[in-house]
């Protein structure tokens, strides 16, 4: 079945340090790929989207760009503030966006991201 | 403009009971998920629906059922509760199904006893 592999947490940071957090996929057929951001005593929110592959998404400094032939999605940002600290998710579609299909999410497990002063 | 509502907010239940957890999703959006979130893990999809059908269905037992209404929201049935069954239980709302885009509440924690 579909999987997704993320580096495991806490990444520790300093502010305006550069960010990578690892994401792998496994997956059948063609599918679109999240990041989600789930800051304290939130829900999860959106970050960015990429639904086939090459396509980068970008939302508030941070990218991740679809790569199918190594099945990544990583996400980066070149210079993290504190209010960055959160939990990054990344996830993928078993369907793509434009087939119209189920909304069903597969997500990894989570990186803990912690920007210091 | 208010985002997704879920209730309540956290819970404590003993093994065997039944538990119903509720969800408002955002105003005009027609599909609903569930998802279930153990700590330190990743969300779990549970369930889908779109226009009061169910569009899809997670590994979880028959244990767990829900449904929508007519108006959007949904209820998440769990019988019988395990231990295991423990988590945080996310709603999701989207305008229709295959948008890609979740819009999460904050949950509902169940602890079971």
């Known amino acids: 079945g579909d999987s997704v592999t993320q580096m495991e947490g806490p990444v520790t940071l300093s502010e305006e340090a550069f960010l990578t957090i690892n994401c792998t996929y496994t997956a059948t057929g063609y599918p679109s790929l999240f990041w989600y951001v789930q800051y304290p005593g939130e829900g999860l929110q959106l970050l960015l989207k990429a639904t086939k592959a090459d396509d980068k998404g970008s939302n508030k400094g941070f990218e991740a760009t679809y790569r199918k032939e190594t099945t990544s999605f990583h996400l980066e940002k070149g210079s993290v503030q504190v209010s960055d600290s959160a939990v990054y998710f990344c996830?993928?579609?078993?369907?793509?966006?434009?087939?119209?299909?189920?909304?069903?999410?597969?997500f990894g497990t989570g990186t803990q991201l912690k920007v210091e002063l | 403009d208010a985002g997704v509502t879920q209730s309540p907010t956290h819970l404590i239940k003993t093994r065997g009971q039944h538990v119903t957890l509720r969800c408002s999703p955002i105003?005009?959006?027609?599909?609903v998920s569930w998802y279930q979130q153990v700590l330190g893990q990743g969300p779990q999809f549970i369930f889908q629906?779109?226009?009061?059908?169910?569009?899809g269905r997670g590994n979880f037992p028959d244990r767990f059922s829900a449904r929508q209404f007519p108006n959007y929201s949904s209820e998440l049935n769990v019988n019988a509760l395990l231990l295991g069954d423990s988590a945080l239980y996310l709603c999701?709302?989207?305008?229709?199904?295959?948008?890609?885009?979740?819009?999460f509440g904050e949950g509902s924690r169940l602890t079971v006893l």
């Open positions: 999701a709302s989207s305008l229709a199904v295959g948008t890609g885009e979740l819009f």
């Open positions: 996830a993928l579609s078993d369907r793509g966006i434009l087939t119209g299909g189920g909304n069903k999410l597969t």
């Open positions: 105003s005009g959006h027609k599909s």
């Open positions: 629906y779109y226009e009061k059908e169910e569009r």
